[in-house]
């Protein structure tokens, strides 16, 4: 996975707006991609996951956009709120393969 | 439904002190892993198990890291004799299948090696 270090990227809304998380990968045979959301003192929640042979996929309250071309993957949150700030990580796989290779992840702050 | 679970949450030990933790994966689930997490270095695969067998350690950071997965509902991840330099989040997560599904991740442990 990749390090997360001292330098994660951030992101402040406030609530109520959407959100747009962005996340690009690097390796254009993947072909799973899943994104996940990390509050502080737990483990990564899986929220959506979508493969290669789609562009959009819809859940409660976010889509997630694949853009194969660009290997660009992100995740817009509507209607923001409190509850959603943390840490969101994009994870990407290729195959059967089952190691993850994880993004950088970015810091999701919503302002009340 | 009952998600991977982890224990113990916290563990303060002094080094050199053997280290256990413990994960049970969610049922039906045959893909185990476990995970570290740093600031530094972000998420870390240690280990994964497929059907209950370890297929790929390669990222047990030395011989004094092992883990067993004695069943399909339980597994362990030893640390003996532990140093400063494990302290960490360690994450366990399980899969319905190899790849193409999601790893759910337990809450983790916080280890603290003083």
């Known amino acids: 996975g990749e390090s997360v270090g001292l330098h994660l990227p951030t992101l402040s809304v406030q609530e109520g707006d959407n959100s747009i998380i962005n996340c690009a990968y690097s390796n254009s045979a993947s072909d799973y991609f899943i994104w996940y959301k990390q509050e502080s003192g737990k483990g990564p929640q899986f929220i959506i996951d979508?493969?290669?042979?789609?562009d959009k996929r819809q859940g409660q309250r976010v889509t997630v956009l694949l853009n194969k071309t660009v290997k660009h993957l992100s995740l817009q949150i509507a209607a923001t709120q409190p509850g959603d700030s943390a840490v969101y990580f994009c994870a990407e796989n290729i195959g059967s393969n089952y190691k993850l290779t994880f993004g950088k992840g970015t810091l999701l702050t919503v302002n009340p | 439904d009952a998600g991977v679970i982890q224990s113990p949450r916290h563990e303060v030990t002094e080094m050199g002190q053997e280290v256990t933790l413990r994960c049970k994966p969610i049922?039906?689930?045959?893909?185990l892993f476990w995970y570290r997490q740093t600031m530094m270095r972000g998420l870390e695969l240690l280990i994964y198990?497929?059907?209950?067998?370890?297929?790929?350690d390669s990222g047990m950071p030395e011989d004094r890291f092992s883990a067993k997965m004695p069943n399909a509902s339980f597994s362990t991840l030893k640390i003996q004799p532990s140093e400063p330099r494990d302290s960490a989040v360690y994450f366990c997560?399980?899969?319905?299948?190899?790849?193409?599904?999601?790893?759910?991740f337990g809450d983790g442990t916080r280890l603290s090696i003083l």
């Open positions: 049922s039906g689930h045959n893909s």
């Open positions: 979508i493969r290669s042979n789609m």
């Open positions: 198990f497929n059907n209950n067998v370890p297929i790929d």
């Open positions: 997560a399980s899969s319905l299948v190899q790849g193409q599904e999601p790893q759910h």
